[in-house]
C-alpha cells in the first residue's frame, strides 16, 4: 500500500516560489509508477500538473504549469518535488500528490479517478 505525504504549502504573493514535498512509503520495488501533482479549486474539477515516470524518468507538465513548475524526484528520500516558481493567484489550490502503478514509459493525468493513491493534499494561496 503507498503512502503519500505532501508538505510545504503556504502563502505568497503574486510572483513568488514555494517547493511542494510528497514523501512517498510503500512502494513495491520491482515495479513502475507514475507519480503526479494534481491541484484544485473549489467547484472545479482536478487538475493535473504534472507527472515523473519512475521507470523511463519521464517528466511532462499541463500547459498552464509549464516553464514555471520543476518536478522533481530524490531516491534517496523517496520524496516528489514540484518547485513552483513565478506564482499567479490563478496557481492558488489544494495541491495533491498521486501515484499508481503502470507498465508504460509514461503516464497520462487525464483522468483523475485512474489513479490509485493519494495524499491529503496542502493548500496554496497566491495573493495579487
Known amino acids: 500500500q503507498v503512502q503519500l505525504l505532501e508538505s510545504g504549502g503556504g502563502s505568497v504573493q503574486a510572483g513568488g516560489s514555494l517547493r511542494l514535498s510528497c514523501e512517498a512509503s510503500g512502494y513495491t520495488a520491482s515495479s513502475t509508477y507514475c507519480l503526479a501533482w494534481f491541484r484544485q479549486t473549489p467547484g472545479k474539477e482536478r487538475e493535473g500538473v504534472g507527472y515523473f515516470n519512475t521507470g523511463s524518468s519521464k517528466i511532462a507538465y499541463s500547459d498552464s504549469v509549464k516553464g514555471r513548475f520543476t518536478i522533481s524526484q530524490d531516491n534517496v528520500k523517496n520524496t516528489l518535488y514540484l518547485q513552483m516558481n513565478s506564482l499567479n493567484p490563478d496557481d492558488t489550490a489544494m495541491y495533491y500528490c498521486?501515484?499508481?502503478?503502470?507498465?508504460?514509459?509514461?503516464?497520462?493525468?487525464?483522468?483523475?479517478?485512474?489513479?490509485?493513491?493519494w495524499g491529503q493534499g496542502t493548500q496554496v494561496t497566491v495573493s495579487s
Open positions: 498521486a501515484a499508481r502503478q503502470t507498465v508504460l514509459d509514461v503516464c497520462s493525468l487525464a483522468r483523475p479517478s485512474a489513479w490509485e493513491y
